[in-house]
């Protein structure tokens, strides 16, 4: 066997395999003893049917097989022993690779076209500083939050008749224009809002002070205004009855009193902290809130750092190459013309790629997540210390959450990220700015230039 590559552009590169009938003949003599070992036809004994038949029978098919597997083994290691770091994966040639005849052909010729990594450096000193968000929070979004959880941890009462925000329960049956049930219509046994959550104001005043047992009649979709809530409501998606009249029959009405602010509430919504005052409750609150903010604001900073990594190493790839892969990868799914469209996120994925490859082998462990990191994480949600294997039966239950990749990948996301946002605020120079809540979604949701 021989192997040859040379240069055929800038980060490409054509590889020609050469393969004689030595490099893949005693293979396929050992594959056709086998299946003349297995082979059972009638008038010959195991064993015994001659090797012309079983050659007739299955030899074109173990050759192409043999060979196939010989050059994929025989790139493979050619590719590692000269730890050439490829993008994408190995594409066969289609000018230089001539249709093989195995019929007759002995020696094969592959020609294989890669696309190679750019040598890069990254300094991340040379980055300089970027932006870190400090989310301050307002008193109206503490009050908000207050209130919610008022509500949450409230006691129930059933009125007799409804004011605006209560939840009202009931059933609703389909009407015509008239306001009468329509014979066979659709009907919803069960259901519940809170009648401040309908859009229009008409409609909200026909359930004010309504009582148990009282009957309205409204459209829910132009009430609303809300298709997926409408969906949900009557649990239909059939468009002609999603936009029909309907009479809501009222069997409860649930009004929601909120929690009184006192020590107990304190405790009840904080076990761990000794709360006396409202004062000191809603300074609790605010921090919730600012540590929940934060955790936001350290993945734009990634993001960020990310962008201005990007900006700065901005690593040349083989774009005409990579086109082509992803296009021959997607086996018809994607158009070519959808791959140029798209072409800039895909670059942008591989840049980054071969960047994180270079922090990873520059920072050791650092920017490592294992599986066993992995299993240690699903391990804290059963409050069972990292390494900890004493109990069998959390294990095996471990095991099966191992098993769901999307379980698996979630987790795995999670710590990668947990490991850049440490990374970066050590490495990276943060240019500190307090933002409120409203000048961050701004921020995030505004289109890069």
């Given amino acids: 066997m021989n192997i040859t590559q040379e240069e055929s552009g800038k980060l490409t590169a054509l590889v020609h395999i050469n393969l004689k009938e030595e490099d893949y003949i005693e293979n396929v003599n050992k594959q056709l003893k086998e299946y003349r070992r297995k082979a059972q036809m009638p008038g010959f004994r195991p064993g015994m049917v001659p090797m012309g038949m079983i050659k007739k029978m299955y030899g074109k098919a173990v050759l192409a097989d043999e060979v196939n597997k010989t050059v994929s083994d025989a790139l493979n290691n050619y590719l590692y022993e000269n730890k050439i770091n490829v993008l994408g994966n190995p594409l066969p040639n289609p000018e230089k690779t001539k249709t093989i005849d195995f019929d007759k052909d002995k020696e094969f010729d592959f020609f294989f076209d890669i696309g190679i990594a750019p040598d890069i450096e990254v300094n991340l000193d040379e980055i300089g500083k970027v932006p870190y968000y400090k989310i301050k929070v307002s008193d109206e979004e503490v009050e908000n939050a207050l209130e919610d959880i008022r509500k949450r941890l409230g006691k129930e009462e059933h009125p007799e008749k409804a004011e605006l925000d209560d939840t009202v329960k009931g059933k609703f049956i389909q009407a015509d224009e008239e306001g009468n049930p329509v014979e066979n219509g659709h009907v919803k046994e069960e259901a519940s809002f809170v009648i401040s959550d309908i859009a229009l104001k008409t409609i909200q005043k026909k359930f004010v002070s309504k009582a148990k047992g009282a009957q309205v009649v409204f459209n829910p979709a132009k009430a609303f205004k809300n298709d997926d809530k409408v969906k949900e409501l009557l649990g239909v998606s059939d468009e002609e009855k999603l936009k029909a009249d309907y009479i809501f029959e009222i069997e409860d009405i649930i009004r929601t009193i909120p929690a009184e602010l006192n020590e107990e509430f304190f405790k009840q919504v904080y076990p761990s902290d000794d709360l006396k005052?409202?004062?000191?409750?809603?300074?609790?609150?605010?921090?919730?809130?600012?540590?929940?903010?934060?955790?936001?604001?350290?993945?734009?900073?990634?993001?960020?750092?990310?962008?201005?990594?990007?900006?700065?190493?901005?690593?040349?790839?083989?774009?005409?190459?990579?086109?082509?892969?992803?296009?021959?990868?997607?086996?018809?799914?994607?158009?070519?013309?959808?791959?140029?469209?798209?072409?800039?996120?895909?670059?942008?994925?591989?840049?980054?790629?071969?960047?994180?490859?270079?922090?990873?082998?520059?920072?050791?462990?650092?920017?490592?997540?294992?599986?066993?990191?992995?299993?240690?994480?699903?391990?804290?949600?059963?409050?069972?210390?990292?390494?900890?294997?004493?109990?069998?039966?959390?294990?095996?239950?471990?095991?099966?959450?191992?098993?769901?990749?999307?379980?698996?990948?979630?987790?795995?996301?999670?710590?990668?990220?947990?490991?850049?946002?440490?990374?970066?605020?050590?490495?990276?120079?943060?240019?500190?700015?307090?933002?409120?809540?409203?000048?961050?979604?701004?921020?995030?949701?505004?289109?890069?230039?």
């Fill in 277 to 449: 005052t409202e004062e000191d409750f809603r300074n609790r609150i605010r921090e919730d809130l600012a540590s929940h903010y934060q955790m936001d604001a350290d993945k734009q900073f990634v993001s960020d750092v990310i962008d201005a990594i990007l900006e700065k190493v901005n690593p040349e790839l083989p774009d005409e190459f990579l086109k082509r892969w992803l296009y021959e990868s997607n086996e018809g799914k994607a158009t070519k013309e959808q791959i140029d469209g798209q072409y800039d996120s895909y670059a942008k994925t591989f840049k980054w790629q071969l960047i994180e490859q270079k922090l990873i082998e520059a920072t050791g462990d650092a920017l490592k997540v294992t599986r066993e990191d992995v299993r240690n994480k699903l391990r804290s949600y059963f409050q069972i210390p990292e390494g900890d294997t004493t109990n069998p039966q959390a294990e095996q239950l471990i095991d099966q959450l191992l098993s769901n990749e999307q379980e698996y990948n979630r987790i795995f996301g999670e710590l990668m990220d947990q490991r850049y946002i440490a990374f970066f605020k050590e490495k990276i120079e943060k240019d500190e700015k307090e933002v409120t809540t409203d000048e961050f979604v701004k921020i995030i949701s505004t289109p890069k230039a």
